[in-house]
């Protein structure tokens, strides 16, 4: 598919995608408006040390090729979604002369299995929980599908991939990166639900109090009046 691409564009073409891979696999925290940025792989193109603004490369590969899409615009910042690693990666591969990506049956099942479960998807979801400032009942909800239907094929996968490292090292870091955010949804409700229960504790203090004010200032009123 990108054949053409890097017939057209060479050494700056192979430098882009290249960059989009390295930018989509950099560890983040925290929720992410897209695979990579403009600007972060801008600073990945001069890190190559290769100079030019890869901004009609980028619309290219979105609007002709189809193998990325914006995920997030605005004055400032432009983010995008890769659509189809597999034909960026194998591009790449091509390009520095490496044989073409596995065909062991096993790896693609287990490529196949992996992609069934909408693992980018998920972990958008799980970030959106972690990150949520008042989660509530449907959050609690959801995690708990996630990790009761979801998790143990996660895990599953991780320990059938465990002989696959090189060849499948995008699904597994990626499943490592939605264990890690389901994780920190499950330590966001705790924390929310701690808040919840010191503040209704507080409530009922404060009660308690206030009618213990009330039975003493009555307790004097009677004395009074004997």
């Known amino acids: 598919m990108l054949d053409d691409f890097l017939a057209r564009y060479g050494e700056r073409g192979y430098a882009l995608l290249k960059a989009i891979l390295e930018e989509a696999d950099k560890p983040r ?3 992410s408006l897209g695979d990579f940025s403009f600007k972060g792989v801008k600073a990945r193109l001069s890190s190559y040390g290769v100079d030019y603004n890869p901004a009609i490369l980028l619309s290219k590969l979105e609007r002709e090729y189809g193998v990325i899409e914006t995920s997030y615009r605005s004055g400032s910042q432009h983010w995008w979604r890769i659509v189809d690693r597999r034909a960026i990666e194998e ?14 049956p096993r790896v693609r099942v287990l490529r196949v299995q992996f992609a069934s479960l909408e693992p980018e998807a998920l972990l958008r979801e799980l970030e959106r929980i972690a990150s949520s400032p008042r989660p509530g009942r449907r959050e609690r909800e959801r995690l708990r599908e996630i990790a009761f239907k979801y998790l143990p094929l996660i895990a599953s996968f991780l320990e059938e991939a465990s002989g696959y490292e090189d060849e499948l090292e995008y699904e597994i870091n990626l499943a490592n990166e939605i264990l890690a955010a389901a994780e920190r949804a499950a330590r966001r409700l705790r924390d929310a639900g701690r808040s919840a229960f010191a503040l209704g504790t507080s409530v009922n203090d404060s009660i308690s109090v206030k009618s213990a004010a009330e039975r003493t200032q009555l307790n004097r009123g009677w004395e009074t009046d004997t």
Do not use: I
Request: net charge neutral; no cysteine.
């Open 29 to 31: 925290r925290g929720p």
């Open 91 to 104: 591009a790449v591969r091509e390009y520095e002369g490496r044989p073409p990506g596995p065909h062991d």
